[in-house]
């Protein structure tokens, strides 16, 4: 840990449902919920104005609405979330070279790798800690002018500090711990707050008579190995004291990249089922490209009926990112699963992760399946885990996609998948950990529109042939509200509009 507080957390406050609010007026300081709208969608953020009705990010849609029935329910525009965090951590970029993002409205800096590290090398504590308070608030101030939105801002001697420093000056805020005050803050914390604490172990250490992070330091370093092992207890009786040496690491290097959707109705019919695992291994690769990656391994994921979840594996004999070779690599790991139940999720990754390619992989694919007899190259590592039950060993769940959120896919032959999202015809943006495909239509709530005569606006709500749309932008007072046939020829998808006039450019097309 350092001596001065250096390591800057921002962390934007609510940041999809900000976004929405600061794109459509009318829901300023109302309830506003984004994530999946279906009956099997997930919150993936809420606003302040709902989470005083105990809405919290990864709560169930349905319980949701039951909390609070009144809020606007949208699915999320990942186009426009992208490019809001571009312009966030651009910004950032400007105070230090090393900066960690952790997600798009999530990063830490180290300052001492910027401009001002060596004009705060020079000065004692306590100027260090008026300083970076000082650029704090510029910070927060130019985030604001540049996207409209909140940043709340933590500034501490090390990351776990500075992570619990912004968690305090939420929301809007700014927070510097400074050196000397880390225990005192510590204490009355409780053991969830330490990094790499999650329910199982804090319920251990709640049977062990500890809660609090002052409990865990009184413990002692050799209690807590006895408890949690060598490693994992050492590491912990260290975040409890204020030690955490843990650098601003710059490349974040991902392990694997996938895509994987849940839907509304269980999937039972296998032509939809394999036509379902094709799509997803081109968005799969699609998301691979993008990053300039390609992999060995090909994962199928699937989630049956009964939320038993299976996951095959086949490690190719080089990298790829041929979209014939993934889909079907995953199409013949499906050939071994039993789909009669019923199908809730599907994902297709690539793992083994490599910066290049080898030619003519999917004969080399065919070979190898030929010469082991269909099970793979490696063989196919097979994992089945009811609710709450262990998975096989060598297996597990296939991990988020690395690359990035979804921003949309092109719709399928699923019935159970809506047909709307960025541009006519496709599918609306996934939220995190998989859309839920709904039957919504191409008009999904929250998205963008162009009325030839009324200009722009956003679908409040769709159904029984009916469509109706707020006509606002971000810079004008709440827009009047309007329905129309859903197949109104004056009616047609549009890109969302910048937040703040002329600072976000157009997206490519």
């Not at 409205?105 to 800690?129: I, N, S, T, W």
């Not at 999904?444 to 606006?457: C, E």
Request: aromatic share 4%; proline share 7%.
């Amino acid at each position: 840990m350092r001596s001065v507080p250096t390591i800057l957390h921002l962390d934007m406050d609510a940041f999809y449902a900000a976004v929405e609010q600061a794109s459509k007026p009318s829901l300023r300081g109302r309830p506003v919920i984004v994530g999946g709208i279906g009956p099997r969608g997930v919150v993936a953020t809420a606003s302040y104005e709902a989470r005083r009705f105990g809405v919290h990010s990864a709560m169930a849609t349905a319980q949701a609405r039951r909390l609070c029935p009144n809020a606007a329910y949208l699915a999320p525009r990942f186009d426009l979330y992208r490019r809001v965090s571009e312009t966030v951590m651009g910004r950032l970029r400007e105070l230090s070279p090393l900066v960690e993002p952790l997600s798009l409205d999530e990063a830490f800096v180290d300052l001492e790798a910027g401009g001002e590290g060596a004009r705060l090398a020079g000065l004692g504590p306590a100027e260090v800690a008026e300083a970076v308070r000082g650029i704090g608030r510029e910070l927060r101030r130019d985030i604001r002018l540049a996207t409209g939105l909140a940043a709340s801002v933590g500034v501490a001697g090390s990351k776990m500090l500075a992570k619990i420093a912004s968690e305090r000056a939420k929301p809007d805020g700014l927070v510097v711990i400074e050196p000397g005050t880390e225990r005192a803050l510590l204490g009355p914390l409780t053991v969830r707050t330490l990094p790499g604490v999650g329910p199982a172990t804090a319920e251990h250490l709640r049977r062990a008579g500890i809660a609090t992070v002052a409990e865990v330091e009184e413990a002692g370093e050799a209690e807590l190995v006895r408890l949690l092992g060598r490693a994992h207890g050492a590491s912990l009786f260290a975040m409890a004291t204020g030690r955490d040496d843990r650098p601003v690491v710059a490349e974040r290097d991902a392990k694997s990249v996938s895509a994987e959707d849940t839907f509304e109705v269980d999937l039972t019919d296998r032509a939809q089922v394999r036509a379902e695992v094709s799509r997803l291994a081109e968005r799969c690769v699609r998301r691979l490209r993008d990053a300039g990656r390609s992999g060995r391994t090909v994962v199928l994921k699937v989630r049956r009926y009964d939320f038993s979840t299976l996951t095959r594996s086949d490690t190719l004999r080089a990298p790829t990112d041929d979209p014939a070779v993934v889909t079907e690599t995953a199409q013949r790991l499906l050939e071994g699963v039993d789909t009669t139940g019923g199908v809730r999720l599907l994902g297709v990754g690539v793992a083994g992760l490599a910066d290049f390619t080898q030619e003519d992989l999917f004969a080399q694919a065919a070979a190898a399946r030929s010469a082991d007899g269909g099970t793979g190259a490696d063989g196919a590592a097979v994992a089945v885990a009811g609710p709450g039950g262990p998975a096989a060993a060598g297996s597990g769940e296939l991990p988020e996609a690395a690359a990035g959120p979804a921003v949309g896919a092109a719709a399928g032959p699923a019935a159970a998948r809506t047909a709307g999202g960025p541009g006519a015809g496709a599918a609306p943006p996934s939220a995190p950990g998989g859309a839920v495909r709904s039957a919504g239509g191409r008009w999904w709530p929250g998205r963008d529109v162009r009325h030839a005569r009324h200009g722009h606006g956003w679908v409040q709500g769709s159904g029984l042939g009916r469509v109706t749309v707020r006509f606002e932008e971000p810079d004008s007072p709440p827009g009047r509200v309007r329905t129309f046939r859903d197949d109104d020829a004056e009616l047609e998808p549009a890109d969302p509009l910048p937040l703040v006039p002329g600072v976000l450019p157009p997206p490519e097309r």
